[in-house]
């Protein structure tokens, strides 16, 4: 996903001011992308995150296991909103037996597309 500097003691610093600025980035996909798309007893975890985040604890394994179960939720739901379309081209000069399908997603599932992608990128750099 990113080019991350190799974990050495002199990019340390680097890092760490990296991991916290998607982390801020993160929070903010999550208080606009995610927490109105979801039910309010689905809510604790995204908001268990971006405590951490606010309160810059985001630097230990329960971080990332925190981040791992909330992937997990936001994939689900990004499932439930997409839609499989099997096409078919019925034109008479179609001598083809094949179609193709289009996958279609709620705007929603789109919303939550995109905290997720931002969600793994903090993954990444942590």
């Not at 760490?16 to 809510?43: G, Q, Y």
């Not at 604790?44 to 405590?51: C, K, V, W």
Request: a negative charge; glycine letters at 4%.
């Amino acid at each position: 996903m990113t080019d991350l500097l190799p974990i050495t003691y002199d990019n340390i610093d680097a890092l760490a001011a990296s991991a916290f600025a998607k982390s801020r980035i993160a929070a903010t996909a999550i208080r606009e992308d995610v927490l109105h798309n979801l039910k309010p007893l689905k809510r604790t975890g995204p908001e268990r995150l971006l405590d951490r985040i606010e309160r810059r604890r985001i630097f230990d394994a329960e971080m990332l296991n925190e981040i791992d179960v909330f992937a997990n939720l936001l994939a689900r739901v990004i499932q439930e909103g997409t839609t499989v379309i099997e096409c078919i081209d019925n034109d008479a000069c179609n001598v083809s037996p094949g179609g193709w399908t289009e996958r279609r997603r709620t705007r929603a599932a789109d919303e939550l597309g995109r905290a997720l992608i931002v969600l793994y990128d903090l993954q990444e750099t942590l």
